[in-house]
């Protein structure tokens, strides 16, 4: 009996205790390099990439970048967790301070690290994604990765 009552207790340790991350944007592997002195970055508070300095995608639909100041940045997937369809990309609002989905408009917060979803359907936030910026000859480089 014991060992019965061992095996089980185990068992619903494993299956309860081990959760994966249900974020329902697919994990994808990159790493990307955007220099913040090209035209179409530097001074702005936030922007929209797609291909990264060297002409390669980022993430799965792009990223939103928002610049919190003091060299830090927040970066989050374009790609929609609630709608879940490449040609449901979310985008920049006026102000730069959130981002609606076109699809299910859904509008996260982006001013902060998380991207909370503040209306709309998503019963997710934004997928962040790491980063880091280092000081170089060639300028200053973002690097994005997960």
Not at 31 to 60: E, H
Not at 137 to 143: A, D, R, Y
């Amino acid at each position: 009996m014991r060992k019965y009552l061992f095996v089980i207790s185990y068992t619903l340790l494993f299956v309860f205790g081990c959760k994966e991350d249900d974020h329902p944007v697919p994990n994808q592997r990159f790493t990307a390099y955007i220099n913040l002195m090209l035209p179409d970055y530097i001074n702005k508070d936030a922007f929209v990439a797609i291909y990264d300095s060297y002409g390669r995608r980022i993430g799965i639909g792009g990223v939103i970048v928002y610049r919190v100041g003091d060299g830090r940045y927040y970066v989050f997937e374009r790609y929609c967790p609630h709608d879940e369809e490449l040609t449901c990309l979310v985008d920049l609002e006026e102000g730069n301070t959130s981002a609606q989905c076109p699809c299910c408009e859904s509008r996260f917060f982006i001013m902060s690290e998380t991207g909370d979803c503040i209306e709309g359907p998503s019963d997710y936030s934004l997928k962040p994604y790491r980063n880091r910026v280092e000081s170089k000859s060639n300028g200053t480089i973002l690097e994005i990765y997960n």
